[in-house]
């Protein structure tokens, strides 16, 4: 069985038929989608498809796109409902959080400070709560890790994993695993399949952040979960197993990052 530990399966991309996208994903082996929220908006909706779906949970969290239009009650509104999530057996983590120095308009030195702002404090919920955290680093890795030292959560995913073999190390020496999806399957991705065949098997994780990242076989169109083993089986090929055993692999380092995984 695969895990994918990171899919908006709430996406508009979807339109509307989130569950059986699952649905679909179980049959082909996905027993399990986490699902993170991007802001207080879509709290409501990843809990609801979480429990609608039995091969599904969900973190809470603002993403760092969403930040730009957020104030300091939605920190305090995610601080309240992560309390109240914690005897939620479909609740894993805070997510989807982090840095984004990629876009322009939120490289501006204030946006940038208001996006440090916001990671430092969702970080220190996680700790609060001894929860791990799905994080997003877009040309962010060095400062995410500053972050990441100086306020500790309980380990976590650093998704969409694409910076240098010291910066892996570093994470994997803080307690996180990797995330690797649809960008790995392209050849033309030399740096992301060199990391994903040398790095230690046990620091990985899968994930297709569907609908978006689709891998080479289906870009431009929209991703989907179900699409998880044909990844996995890349992976699998760059190392020469077995894709049996990647999927156990990748599967154990799953519930290894984020404990509260069904």
Request: some cysteine.
């Amino acid at each position: 069985m695969w895990i994918d530990t990171h899919c908006h399966l709430d996406a508009h991309e979807f339109g509307g038929a989130s569950l059986d996208v699952a649905r679909e994903a179980a049959g082909e082996g996905v027993s399990m989608i986490v699902i993170p929220a991007v802001d207080r908006h879509n709290f409501d909706v990843v809990r609801t498809l979480a429990h609608g779906a039995p091969n599904a949970c969900y973190t809470l969290g603002i993403h760092p796109i969403y930040v730009p239009q957020a104030d300091d009650a939605d920190l305090a509104l995610l601080r309240t409902r992560v309390e109240a999530a914690m005897d939620d057996p479909r609740f894993v983590g805070i997510g989807e959080i982090g840095l984004d120095f990629f876009i322009p308009m939120l490289c501006e030195p204030a946006m940038r400070e208001k996006q440090e702002r916001f990671f430092r404090e969702q970080l220190k919920v996680a700790r609060e709560f001894g929860l791990p955290v799905l994080m997003h680093v877009r040309k962010s890795q060095d400062v995410v890790l500053k972050h990441v030292r100086q306020i500790r959560p309980a380990g976590g995913i650093a998704h969409a994993f694409n910076g240098s073999f010291q910066q892996a190390a570093m994470y994997i020496d803080l307690g996180f695993k990797l995330g690797f999806g649809g960008a790995m399957t392209f050849t033309r991705a030399l740096q992301i399949r060199r990391l994903a065949t040398d790095l230690p098997l046990d620091a990985l994780v899968l994930e297709t952040d569907a609908p978006d990242i689709s891998p080479s076989w289906l870009h431009p169109a929209r991703n989907s979960p179900a699409q998880l083993p044909a990844i996995g089986t890349i992976l699998a090929t760059l190392r020469g197993l077995t894709p049996a055993a990647v999927a156990s692999a990748t599967t154990r380092n799953a519930h290894a990052a984020l404990p509260r995984l069904p």
